[in-house]
Structures are given as C-alpha cells and as structure tokens.
C-alpha cells in the first residue's frame, strides 16, 4: 500500500473496538495445557462475552508481524518485523496465543525462552475461529470505501449549501419584487425601482446592491474547461474534502518503521549500536561542530527503552548500547534489509490536481458571496417573520454562514500550519543526512570499534531446544535434569 494511500486512510479514525463489541458472537478458546488434549467442540458463549473478546484481540500490527517473521517467532522476531516494543511484541503474542487455542503452540527452551508456533497463514487461521478478528477485517477491507463515500459527501455538501443560497436570494427577490409590484401599481413608472442585480438583467426589487458588474450567477452559465482524467485516484467531490482538511500525514506509521530500522540494525550488528548509528533513523538533534562527537544522547532513549536495550561505557568513555533481547531468534527470520538513512517526506496541501483546486476554490468564493449577499438581503427584510423555505433557511443561516467562512479559514490555517511542519521536517532530513556524512568520513571510526567490542552472537533456539511444548503431552517430557535446570534459571 502506498503512502498515499495510507495517509487518505488516517483522514478519518473509527471506532472499531466498540464496532468489534456490537458484531461479535464468540466461538470457544480453549489453549492446551500441559497434558491436555486439544477439545475441537464448539460451546456456545453468551453474547455478553463478545465486547471482551473485541478487546482481547491481538492487535493487528502484532498478526502482521507474525505473518512477516514466519509461524514460529519469538517475542524479538515479532518486535523486529513489526516495528514495536518488546513487551507491546510479548502481550500481542500471548492474546493471540490465547484466541488461536489449539491452533496455536508453545515452545520453552533450556534458557527459559519463550517460543510461539502458529499456523503458517495465521491471518486466516485468526479469521476462522474469532468473529472478532472478522468483523475488524470486514471492517478494514470496507474502511476505503466507507471513508471515500464520506469524503464526497463533503463535497455534495458544497453544492448543496449553494444551492440552499442561491435559492433563498431567489425567493426574496421574486417575493420583494411581487410586493413591490402590488404596492406602487398606480404609480409604477415614477416609484419603481430599478435594482437589477448585475449585468445578467434580473431584478431583485429591494434587495440590497451590494456591488456593480457581471452577476455571480454567470459562474453557472459558463462552463470552466477543465478535462478530468477519469482514472485519476481522486474525484472532484473528494477533492473538496481534500483542499479544506488534506489528505492526511505521508509519514504515518514514522514510528513503526524507526523502530523496525533500529532493530534491524542492531540485529545486523551483533546486538549493539552507537548513538551515531542511530542517528540517520531517528529524529536527531543538530550534529555537533568540529571533531567532539561527545554529545547528549537523551533522544536515543525512547527507542533504547522500547527495545530493551541498555547502555555500557566503553574503555575510551563513549557511550554504547547492547540489545541483548534482539539477539535471541527462532532461526526462521531473516535479519532484515536496514535502510541508510530514513527520511520524511514533506506532507503536501493537496494531493488533488490544480485544475480541482482551481474549481474548488471558484464555488467556495461563490457559496462565500453568496451567503454575504443572503445575510445582506436578510436584514433589508428587518424584524419580516418568513415562513416556509425562507423561514428554515434564516433559521439554519448562521450555520450556512459559518460553513462558508470556515470553507477557507480551515485550508488558511492548514496552510501556515504545513510551512511550519514541513520546515521542520526538512530541519529533520538535513539533520539525518549530517550525521550519516559523518558516519561515511571516519569520523567515529574509534567509537565504532569499541562498540564492536560488545557483539555477541545471536542466539538462535531451534525445535530440539525445547523441554517443554504445547504439542506434545507432559509426561513423555518430563526430565528431572530439565526442568531442575529450568526452576533453577527461573528463581535466578
């Protein structure tokens, strides 16, 4: 999925856990204990327990991860190809341990490490038997069109509170003209006024003439040549929504992807980075003038703390930091591809083209005259009781009249707001390029050595490691020689 895509679909956040709770009619979950045998029957479960089981759903970063690192996994795998801390990795991985039940396994090895097998399509495994899970993926695979339908909806709503104008001058218009028509009849020639509204001819009796020219009408009667490409991802409704709100941040998910890139990186470095090699994935500060690279590495901390890393002071000074837990694999994932550096990109006012923009902006400055015009004709009317559509539309005015000024005071503030934003990101970028120049010159060549002083091999804990599994019934593995080993290393 694009990024594009992906930042049109953080445009709208929807409520899917009270979704889950309201759709959700549970099957069992029976998880296998030690000595037990898997029980395949379907119980019925009170429809009271489906709002539990919507909250006890794994998240789906966590299904992802799993899917990505391959059915068996430690809590590090999952941490690594998801991009996420290791204890968020730990309690996914038990909450979907416990909905998948039979369906899933659980492996503990001679140095107390946890392993989980699932199966080898543990989406549709989760789909099967949780109608939770079900209704969250119906619900995402309906999320675009939902949202797309929404979108234009703002647009209709454009053309709609034109329309709702427009109308409304009409009718006082022809209502003031009728009036006045009837009143001077006997003296048409010498008390008729003569206010046409513009060069389009109509007259609009008493209302007010709020300027001299072409009427505003004429924007209906000419036809703007504009040619949309049909296959453009973007209609002209959505691209009303898109100029007043945007299209959402490019660089949603940022987070997810500097932790995966750090983990990656760790991996591939025996389990142990400078803050310097940190630096181009991250958000960095400035890189230090001159040849000091002693700087404060506070921002390296929420990353570290995620990841379980801890830092050690090398003989020369320099800070380092060892990712002990990363280190540990079920020896079925890869180490992951690790990018040089992870940059941002600037997020755009609009993602519709010029030409929508243009059109937009055309009927909002119409809909914003307009209104002005109403209100003006409104208050020639004075203290006049209307009923009707008159009556409901000077009712409901100050509605009409807030949309229209917020049709462009929203966009104006997003406006600023994006300079800023942007500015930063390019402050961010050009921070991650500095620190990745200084990496290639040599700069902290005698840090990184240091640092590689405190690699360790990774630990890799393959099937016949265990002593205990799920799979397998409890008392052809028993081993007094294990599981003394094994209380022994859990009391410390």
Known sequence: ???????????????????????????????????????????PRRASDSFGEALQLPPEQVVQAVGQAGPRVTASDVAAAGGMGLEEARKGLVSLAAVLGAESELEVSKTGELVYRFPSDVKAALLKVSAAAAAREAWSQAKPTVFTVLR??????????????????????????SSSSDRDRDD????????????????????????????PFDVFYYRPHYSYD????????????????????????REQRQLAAVAAAARRNGGVLTAEQMAPLLDPPERPSGDSYNVNESWVLPAISQLNGRPEVAKNGQIVYVFDDLQTTAGETGRGEVP?????EEIPFSYADRDQLTLVCLLGVANL???AYLGAAFADVGAEKLIGFLGAVKTFYPALLSYAVGFFAAPAIRFFNLKRINSEVRARNQYRRQW?????SGAVDGKLAEARKYRQNVREISSGDAVYSTAQDVA?????????????????
Not at 188 to 212: A, E, I, M, T, W
């Open 230 to 253: 049909f296959f453009h991802p973007m209609g002209f409704l959505e691209s009303v929504y898109s100029f007043v709100f945007g299209d959402g941040d490019p660089n949603s998910g």
């Open 340 to 344: 040089d550096i992870l940059e941002e």
């Open 476 to 492: 052809p593995q028993r081993s007094d020689s294990d599981l003394e080993d094994f209380d022994r290393r859990l009391r410390g």
């Open 152 to 177: 234009a909806a703002f647009g209709v709503t454009l053309f709609a509170s034109i329309a709702i104008i427009f109308s409304a001058i009409i009718a006082i218009s022809v209502s003031s003209s």
């Open 436 to 440: 990745w120049e200084m990496l290639r």
């Open 1 to 43: 999925m694009s990024r594009i895509a992906m930042a049109r679909k953080q445009a709208l956040q929807p409520l899917t856990i009270v979704l889950f709770g309201l759709l959700c009619v549970l099957q069992p979950v029976t998880f296998v204990g030690p000595g037990r045998q898997p029980n395949q029957s379907h119980v």
């Open 188 to 215: 048409r020639d010498d008390r008729r006024r003569n206010d046409s509204f513009g060069g389009g001819g109509f007259s609009f009796g008493y209302v007010p003439r709020l300027y001299y020219g072409s009427s």
């Open 369 to 371: 005259v307009g209104a």
